[in-house]
T-cell receptor, first 111, second 112 residues
Framework: AQSVAQPEDQVNVAEGNPLTVKCTYS??????LFWYVQYPNRGLQFLLK??????LVKGSYGFEAEFNKSQTSFHLKKPSALVSDSALYFC?????????FGKGNQVVVIP | NAGVTQTPKFRILKIGQSMTLQCTQD?????MYWYRQDPGMGLKLIYY???????DKGEVPNGYNVSRSTTEDFPLRLELAAPSQTSVYFC???????????FGQGTRLTVV
């Protein structure tokens, strides 16, 4: 079975500070990893993905994520957070043709 | 480009009633999914389909049924609504088995 863990319920960060949202995964075989963002009363929007290649993946809105195979992690990062980044962030893994999501992290960027 | 379209956006059902949540996509994606989202629980996969005529159960299929007669449409059926089915339902599609999924705007269902 595949699974995703997002250990923090909420991440608070001051505007302009670096933002990190943590994700670890468990899957047999090579993982396909994704980050999505959800704004209130909206569907999920794709941010970035790791399939193969460079461990540092760059995505939309200045976000990036680092794949670490030994630690089975795929943390989402942004060098300088904006108030508009406040949203719910989901990590997901696809290891057996089904997309499994973590429980999500609420990110609050404080002006 | 409409992407993934879900209807209705909101619905209130009485216990025991039935309804169908509609989902259609115009991207010619083979893979389609239904998820439910409950607060603090993330998204749980209900059913998925890898192509027209092929469906399979996800993590939480009980109380639901699906069909996939065309590439575009993937309706989700609730036969006997129960309060435990109060949730937000999302339909999604993708063009590769392991590609990113595109989501609809969701259907907020309340069973009373």
């Amino acid at each position: 079975a595949q699974s995703v863990a997002q250990p923090e319920d909420q991440v608070n960060v001051a505007e302009g500070n670096p933002l990190t949202v943590k994700c670890t995964y468990s899957v047999s075989g090579n993982p396909y990893l994704f980050w999505y963002v959800q704004y209130p009363n909206r569907g999920l929007q794709f941010l970035l993905k790791y399939i193969t290649g460079d461990n540092l993946v760059k995505g939309s809105y200045g976000f990036e994520a680092e794949f670490n195979k030994s630690q089975t992690s795929f943390h989402l990062k942004k060098p300088s957070a904006l108030v508009s980044d406040s949203a719910l962030y989901f990590c997901a893994v696809n290891g057996n043709n089904r997309l499994a999501f973590g429980k999500g992290n609420q990110v609050v960027v404080i002006p | 480009n409409a992407g993934v379209t879900q209807t209705p956006k909101f619905r209130i059902l009485k216990i025991g009633q039935s309804m169908t949540l509609q989902c259609t996509q115009d991207m010619n994606h083979n893979y389609m999914y239904w998820y439910r989202q409950d607060p603090g629980m993330g998204l749980k996969l209900i059913y998925y389909s890898v192509g027209a005529g092929i469906t399979d159960k996800g993590e939480v299929p009980n109380g639901y049924n699906v069909s996939r007669s065309t590439t575009e449409d993937f309706p989700l059926r609730l036969e006997l609504a129960a309060p435990s089915q109060t949730s937000v339902y999302f339909c999604a599609s993708s063009d590769l088995i392991r590609g990113e999924a595109f989501f609809g705007q969701g259907t907020r269902l309340t069973v009373v």
